[in-house]
């Protein structure tokens, strides 16, 4: 049933995931729900759920947490690693999930994105007034107190293997970065962290390459690693990974591609910035070969999660709608 929507919102000009995700029985459940709560504000999270509050006339009570521009996401996916055959539905779903957002954007009250550098993606390409877009940056939580002892051979990925972004990040840096990583540093270990890896990512399992699959302790699982990288090539939006390792006493190498969504970010001071196989490497090598460096952006790095990430400050006014704009 599942794929029979999928395909009749396809046909219908409509995002496939939303068919996809649409049940009849669910919208009947949500229905007796609301008939007996009689809710003050819904929350769709992602768009996906979207349909729900627009067939039941709620949009004007309505956030819809859209959380990325996921048109942005998939227009970067053409050239990612190990999706094969998936990326040409990426293009046609990129064509209708932007028509999608550009629907949401106009008919509800508020819609909220965790990055300004996605805010000012859709406000590019959605004519007209956007006073619906809001922004309600990630937040994570952090350990009580950092340690800088650390294994010197430990860099760790982060992220949830299902993703056709965090699959590209690992395989690219399993193939191009952590060969010239082990070149200097013939000791290193990378370990690919987050459930439910498929086989294209099984498959590189090796004594120096760990694919750990979902663990129990995330932050005791990786506090002590070296560094985190985060080579991420696409994506939208705030990447929760480099948060969380900095809320581990972790610095993090990453693209800039992802940089641009936490302007707190400070190449050098707070974390490295890097493009490319051989400038990621390097990165790499500089953290591993200098302590003190290494440690002072780790500390940095936690400092600036701490300040300016924390749940508590992200959410302030979140509840609070915006008034509709009603154009087509």
Known sequence: MSLINGATHFISGKPIQCGYYYSKAYKEL???VIDKEKP???VSHLLRMVPYLYELNL???SIIEM????????????NAQGVGLLKYVYILEQRLIAKYEKFVVKHF??????????IDYLKERIP???PSLALHSNGVGYIDEISTSYNVDKICFLGNMRSMQNQDAALYFAKEVFPLVKKQHPNAKFYIVGSLPPPNIQAIASDDIIVTGFVEDLEGFIKDACLLVAPVRVAAGIQNKVLVAMGCGIPVVMTSLISHAIPELKNGENCLISDGAENIAASCHKLITNREERNSIAIKGYNMVKSSYSWYEKLKGYETLKEKNCNP
């Open 30 to 32: 949500l229905q007796k």
């Open 59 to 61: 949009e004007d009570k």
């Open 40 to 42: 003050d504000l819904y």
């Open 67 to 78: 959380t990325d521009a996921l048109s942005k996401t998939y227009l970067l996916s053409s």
């Open 109 to 118: 009250p508020k819609v909220v994105l965790v990055s300004q550098a996605d």
């Open 128 to 130: 007209g007034e956007t």
